[in-house]
């Protein structure tokens, strides 16, 4: 219980979520860079601020249900994103509709790309570096250092 307690209280399961949404964006947004000269190649993304609504709509139901900061996370399965019964992700890119659409039928925008890569890249960073400082707190604790 105790252990439990320990992988799935405060912002553990979040911070678990996020990193695995941006490493899977990471991996939709380096297609879309690696196929830009393709013709007829349409990019795929999904939107980080729907994620960011979902995640926050799983923490609020957390706190509803256990009535605190502890338990699993249940992220609600919609149209971009999917979550199996063991708490995998799984991303469902759309095509977006901004940008220009060239004659080989290609929409980029190699600015607004490198921009959501980096984006997606520092929230990876973030979420990496909160979790690894939280894990480390515990094990501090357990191991009874200051």
Known sequence: MI??????????????????FAGQRQQILAHNIANIDTPNFQGKDVD??????????????????????????ELKSTGQIETDKFGNLKLNPGTPTDGVLFHDRNQRDLERMMQDLVENASMYRVAADLLRQQRGQVLGAISQRV
């Not at 912002?11 to 695995?20: C, D, F, K």
């Not at 609504?53 to 706190?63: F, H, N, S």
């Open 3 to 20: 252990i439990q307690e320990l992988s799935t209280g405060g912002a553990a399961p979040s911070l678990e979520m996020m990193l695995r």
């Open 48 to 73: 980080p601020k729907h994620f960011q609504r979902v995640l926050g709509e799983a923490i609020d139901k957390r706190r509803e249900k256990s009535g605190g900061a502890f338990g699993e996370l």
